[in-house]
């Protein structure tokens, strides 16, 4: 069963720290997404990659940076945490193949405090 | 701006009630509308609508597409407490290669038994 999977369900971080959200996908999609969802605001995009060491930035990309070193995998770091950014994560991949579908992965719900 | 607006918010029916969610879209170069299901995890594929007029079903679910007016509905007959969830509509416009997908706030259905 092809997967995405996010390296935590649920984090605790105190403002100030450095966070890193980490997603790996098996399924050798080029395409990579990092959203937060916050009630009555839907998915917003942070940051995505469409190749190895490639980003762009998204709608709400400050505070954030993003990493891709290998194709499988795709980082998503705060650098320095703060209570704003207490949300829910979803990391995402797509590939041309599949007709640009996404798969999503289970969430990080991340809060700071 | 590229948009996609989903009505009605939230939602709260009775079982068996018939449901039926809005999707309205202002996108360049349109190629495709997905439709997915968040219950407590990942988002779900649910329907990808590419042609218009054409109506996709599974089981009690059904979605058409009406590309000269911009929108898309999403049917849900005969409603189960199991159809509780966020339903994400997004739309996908053909520019580039990059697969993002730009998507509505969500609309969150209760069903109450």
């Known amino acids: 069963d092809v997967k995405v999977t996010q390296s935590s369900r649920y984090l605790v971080k105190r403002t100030g720290e450095k966070v890193f959200l980490e997603c790996v996908q098996d399924m050798d999609h080029e395409n990579m997404f990092w959203y937060r969802q916050d009630p009555g605001l839907g998915l917003r995009l942070i940051y995505f990659?469409?190749?190895?060491?490639?980003?762009e930035k998204g709608d709400i990309p400050e505070g954030y940076s993003v990493s891709r070193e290998k194709k499988e995998r795709f980082s998503l770091i705060l650098e320095s945490a703060s209570t704003n950014q207490t949300s829910m994560y979803l990391c995402a991949s797509s590939s041309w193949h599949r007709g640009y579908g996404y798969t999503f992965g289970s969430g990080t719900r991340l809060t700071v405090v | 701006e590229d948009k996609v607006v989903q009505s009605p918010l939230s939602l709260v029916v009775h079982e068996g009630d018939t449901v039926t969610l809005n999707c309205s879209y202002e996108v360049t170069n349109f190629r495709s509308l997905l439709w997915y299901k968040q219950e407590k995890k990942a988002p779900t594929f649910l329907f990808m609508l590419?042609?218009?007029?054409i109506e996709k079903k599974s089981g009690r679910l059904s979605s058409i597409l009406d590309k000269k007016e911009l929108f898309s509905i999403l049917n849900i007959t005969a409603t189960q407490t199991g159809d509780s969830a966020i339903y994400l509509c997004?739309?996908?416009?053909?520019?580039?290669?990059?697969?993002?997908?730009?998507f509505g706030q969500g609309t969150t259905l209760q069903v109450k038994p």
């Open positions: 997004a739309a996908y416009p053909s520019s580039g290669n990059t697969g993002k997908l730009i």
């Open positions: 990659s469409y190749d190895v060491k490639m980003k």
């Open positions: 590419t042609s218009s007029g």
